[in-house]
């Protein structure tokens, strides 16, 4: 089993930049794609970003390509996001979770497990 902690999120005015970390538990998270999903007060929880095992494959979603940049470091066990220029539509609680069925499509969240508990990120305007 794979524990996740996301950190990193805060209020930030727009245009401005922050970077989540993800860090796991385990002795395997070099063989885990992970995502990361984003989920906003009445909204459904969304697909932001996927970054496979070795880190060579990596898919954004669109209304966050080249704002976002997922990373990876598999000696510290942690998968990062760093976001920039930050708009208020980016808020929401964002999570990072295990890619578990490659039969499902990367940004369906469904495909995922060991979620973490999700840091806030605000963006004001």
């Known amino acids: 089993q794979v524990q996740l902690v996301e950190s990193g999120g805060g209020l930030v005015q727009a245009g401005g930049s922050l970077r989540l970390s993800c860090a796991a538990s385990?002795?395997?998270?070099?063989?885990?794609?992970m995502g990361w999903f984003r989920q906003a007060p009445g909204k459904e929880r969304e697909f932001v970003a996927h970054i496979s095992g070795s880190g060579s494959i990596i898919y954004y979603a669109g209304s966050v390509k080249g704002r976002f940049t997922i990373s990876r470091d598999n000696a510290k066990s942690s998968v990062y996001l760093q976001m920039n220029s930050l708009k208020p539509e980016d808020t929401a609680v964002y999570y990072c979770?295990?890619?578990?069925?490659?039969?499902?499509?990367?940004?369906?969240?469904?495909?995922?497990?060991?979620w973490g508990r999700g840091t806030q990120v605000t963006v004001s305007s």
């Open positions: 979770a295990v890619r578990r069925r490659l039969d499902m499509s990367y940004s369906n969240g469904n495909g995922y497990d060991y």
């Open positions: 385990g002795r395997t998270f070099s063989v885990y794609a």
